[in-house]
């Protein structure tokens, strides 16, 4: 198998990372392989054919030509309390690849053994964990989110400690770049200006370069990465997904989603849901995100604040706060422009009118009052007509008070008239950003069940396979739309670490 390594973080100063070899396990065999994505990456040779050539690559008992396996140090506040020095503690970066566009990407191993930054952890990933960010990273893909993505799982042939002995697994997963905001306050709070500078930097070079010429390229990177993560968190928020843990060592500068662990997507709707079981104060649930986001976007800038103004100048930083707070306070107006951009397509609005926050925010009452299925609400809203019909019975049969969601399709449904929308039109275009099919917690649970009690992965492969288009209905999957039965509701999701 090969793969064109070029491994630019390795060439940082090695104060960033921790060369480290992957620790070889038992019996690694396949669970799948992405090979759409493997394409793109330009991932070849016969040997992709070849599943224990894969297992043994990808669990780490093969370490492929060119790659410098490294582990990368990191701080992050976790829960708001800060932790000096986190890192790479069950992750190891292979190495950085560039596909025949000249794109960049990191490959990594997660689960593959110990590294210095493991403290009391050894390293390993559990299979449940693996399968999950399998599913609902590959799933975010499809549904239009950034994020990183999924290449490989596999099962290890050993057991790891959890709250029980549980079988072991590697994910390999591929991003843009995994450095995070916490990777930037593991040196600003050691001191080290010029490693901030380096890092900004690379990052710059790596994925903002138009901020490079720039009268001031480091406040031109902020701007950027509010920017990208506005637009991350919107996406999240306009389809249900819950991160669970929005530390900022979860938070990449690259604006990819990062670090899937206690995530889940809402099945019925409610501002304050919450299924992270270490969050034990609701501080990540589903409307704080927003605000969360601002709030590590705050931890990034304090670490960039020495890079924005001549210090001469500005002895006292005022000038330099000044510019971030500015930036700061973009991130609300931008994250809202975002947000409602998003809810008016979902809708089937083409145009912006002044009390469209107002119709969003009274449909999410009423789903919230109501009990209603996120996902479903806005599938059975884009399958409705201008004028009311037996079509809106599905849409009704979600509020266990019809007559207020009935009051709000009136409104609706005159909002419609008014922008003369064309029904095929609409309904084309909301069935395109309103998904089907989401990884419903009850299905991941069900496919991680039967995975590791009984080491079958048939309902992995077609809870994944259905996720792959999730804008279009599959006739015979219709058991994949809908929400679960009282007695299959996930209330707490775990991280597995
Ligand atoms: P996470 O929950 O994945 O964001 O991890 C937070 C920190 O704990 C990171 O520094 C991880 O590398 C580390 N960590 C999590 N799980 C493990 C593990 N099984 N072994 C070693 N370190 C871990
Ligand atoms: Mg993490």
Redesign the pocket.
């Known amino acids: 198998m090969d793969l064109k390594f070029e491994n630019s973080f390795a060439q940082l100063p090695s104060y960033f990372y921790s060369r480290t070899q992957a620790t070889a396990v038992k019996d690694p065999k396949l669970i799948i392989f992405n090979q759409t994505l493997a394409e793109q990456l330009g991932v070849s040779g016969d040997l992709t054919n070849d599943n224990n050539h894969l297992a043994q690559i990808f669990s780490g008992n093969l370490c492929p030509t060119g790659a410098e396996p490294l582990a990368t140090v990191?701080a992050?506040h976790?829960f708001g309390g800060f932790s000096p020095q986190?890192?790479?503690?069950?992750?190891l970066l292979l190495g950085e690849t560039v596909t025949a566009n000249g794109e960049h990407f990191d490959i990594q191993l997660k689960?593959a053994g110990?590294?210095p930054?493991?403290?009391?952890?050894?390293?390993?990933?559990a299979l449940g964990p693996v399968l999950r960010e399998y599913l609902v990273s590959e799933a975010m893909h499809k549904l239009g989110v950034e994020t990183t993505r999924a290449l490989v799982a596999v099962t290890t042939g050993e057991e790891v400690a959890r709250e029980r002995l549980v079988a072991g697994g590697v994910i390999t997963r591929v991003a843009k770049g995994f450095v995070r905001v916490g990777s930037f306050e593991y040196f600003s709070s050691q001191g080290n200006q010029e490693a901030v500078k380096q890092l900004a930097d690379y990052e710059i070079a790596r994925h903002f370069p138009e901020t490079k010429n720039t009268d001031n390229p480091y406040v031109a990177f902020l701007a950027a990465v509010i920017d990208k993560q506005a637009k991350l968190i919107a996406q999240w928020m306009s389809i249900g997904f819950i991160h669970g843990?929005m530390?900022t060592?979860?938070m990449a500068i690259s604006g990819e989603t990062i670090?899937y662990?206690p995530c889940a997507f809402m099945d019925e709707f409610s501002h304050k849901r919450v299924y992270s079981s270490i969050d034990r104060n609701g501080r990540y649930a589903y409307s704080n995100q927003p605000q969360i986001g601002q709030w590590n976007l705050v931890r990034l800038a304090e670490t960039l604040l020495p890079l924005f103004a001549n210090r001469d100048k500005d002895p006292e930083g005022k000038v330099a706060v000044g510019i971030a707070e500015e930036l700061l306070n973009d991130y609300q107006e931008k994250y809202q422009a975002y947000w409602l951009s998003g809810l008016r397509r979902k809708l089937g609005l083409r145009t912006a009118q002044e009390q469209d926050l107002t119709l969003v925010d009274n449909l999410l009452n009423i789903m919230e009052q109501n009990n209603a299925d996120f996902t479903l609400t806005f599938y059975y809203l884009s399958q409705l007509s201008e004028e009311g019909s037996a079509k809106d019975e599905p849409l009704q049969k979600l509020f266990t008070q019809p007559n207020e969601i009935n009051t709000w399709l009136t409104t609706w449904r005159k909002r419609l008239a008014d922008e003369s929308s064309i029904d095929k039109k609409r309904q084309t275009s909301m069935q395109s950003v309103n998904p089907i099919y989401i990884p419903r917690n009850h299905q991941i649970e069900k496919a991680i069940r039967l995975a590791e009690d009984q080491n079958d992965f048939s309902a992995f492969h077609s809870l994944n396979s259905v996720l792959q288009n999730p804008f279009s209905y599959q006739p015979g999957k219709e058991n994949y739309m809908l929400p679960p039965k009282s007695d299959e509701v996930v209330h707490q999701t775990f991280?597995g670490?």
């Open positions: 990191y992050g976790q986190l890192g790479d503690g069950r992750a689960g110990p590294t930054y493991s403290r009391n952890g050894d390293g390993r990933s843990v530390n060592d979860n670090d662990g991280c670490t």
